[in-house]
């Protein structure tokens, strides 16, 4: 990708999701999310596309998957698919607009009976230190992509952008005979450390066992917590199809504005305990708003982001502290909303 081509991205989510596209020279383009979840609207996807669509990149929030069925579905369709002007190999290759999940979020989740990293043609996984598996820094990238790519050699190739451009990494070299390596392009420093690997090995062995069981039991006791109230709105995270990986417990406060939801937010800080905000939609940001980005064109993204307060959930958080978090949420909203 570069100049001249688009990028569809949901204007709710974290600023790597733009920045990647920035970087690359193409434009990101903008869309609303869904009132239901935080995720990606299909609609407003299918209304973005242009002939210069690339990659559509929907969002997991919060570790619930977007509507991959209805976007594979969407790029494939040969009504879309004609749409589409290839300008490098790989995109006459694909044929079509490729799909890359921002999975960020949603190591561990499920739809349809598929893990998140087979949904999409590519998924990125983020590694850092507040994600659910962690390598403190870092992350993965799983392709799916359709014949005649070849992953090994898509693999290959990564590794060698990754490590200087060099063919061999330091270990391989050491072998006997094998000192010699060339560099085949100016490449990037962004391997993955043998440390942080180990760590990520060590949180891979007790993901589904430990780390995730956890989550879930804390997101079930926030349910329970805020359940039968009408001033909370509670995060979807299992239906019929998906399962989330439980990263963030999204609760909205009802008919909260932006003002009252940060005043509430004062409050529960002042009780010891401590929450975010996921996310601050990109319009509202300066390097956005420069590029031209208007948060008027994205009322659900607005309306989601005014009410969200988003609740701690990590391993070591106890049941107690858990019942701390939400007397902590339904006084501070009490205080705020009742007056
Ligand atoms: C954390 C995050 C990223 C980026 O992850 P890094 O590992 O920091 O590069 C991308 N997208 C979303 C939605 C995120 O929350």
């Known amino acids: 990708m570069g100049k001249g081509d688009e990028v569809i991205i949901p ?17 990101p383009v903008m869309v609303d999310i869904n009132v239901s979840d935080f995720n990606i609207n299909t609609e407003a996807v299918r209304k973005a596309i242009t002939a210069k669509t690339k990659v559509i990149m929907p969002v997991d929030i ?5 509507d991959y069925k209805a ?4 790029v494939q369709s040969e009504e879309v698919k004609a749409k589409f002007r290839a300008n490098t190999e790989e995109q006459k290759m694909l044929g079509r607009i ?22 999409a043609d590519v998924s990125g996984f983020s590694f850092h230190a507040v994600k659910n598996l962690t390598t403190a820094e870092g992350g ?25 451009g060099q063919t061999k990494d330091a270990l391989a070299k050491s072998q006997v005979g094998n000192w010699k390596y060339d560099i085949v392009e100016a490449g990037y420093k962004c391997n993955m450390t043998d440390i942080q690997a180990a760590i990520g090995l060590t949180e891979l062995h007790r993901y589904d066992t430990e780390s995730l069981p956890r989550r879930k039991a804390i997101f079930d006791l926030y349910d329970r ?31 909260a504005t932006e003002d009252q939801r940060d005043e509430i937010i004062q409050h ?18 300066t390097f956005y708003k420069s590029m031209g980005y208007d948060i008027g064109d994205y009322p659900n993204a607005y309306s989601q982001f005014s009410k969200v307060i988003s609740l701690p959930v990590y391993f070591d958080l106890t049941d107690a502290q858990v019942a701390q978090v939400i007397d902590a949420v339904k006084s501070a909203t009490a205080k705020v909303l009742s007056r």
Not at 149 to 160: A, G, T
């Open 98 to 119: 490729l799909v890359f999940a921002d999975a960020a979020h949603s190591f561990g989740a499920r739809l349809s009976g598929k893990v998140s990293g087979s949904f």
């Open 11 to 27: 204007a709710y989510t974290y600023a790597a999701t733009a920045n990647v596209v920035v970087h690359t020279g193409a434009k």
């Open 140 to 164: 993965a990238l799983a392709f799916n992509l359709p014949e005649p790519f070849d992953h090994e050699e898509i693999y290959k190739q990564l590794n060698i952008k990754s490590l200087h």
């Open 62 to 66: 919060g570790g619930f998957p977007c």
């Open 71 to 74: 976007l594979m579905e969407m």
């Open 268 to 285: 529960i800080f002042e009780a010891g305990v401590s929450v975010n905000v996921h996310f601050v939609p990109l319009p509202l940001f």
């Open 225 to 255: 917590g805020f359940e039968n109230d009408e001033r909370f709105i509670r995060p979807v995270h299992t239906t019929e199809e998906k399962t989330s990986s439980y990263h963030l417990y999204s609760l909205r406060i009802a008919g």
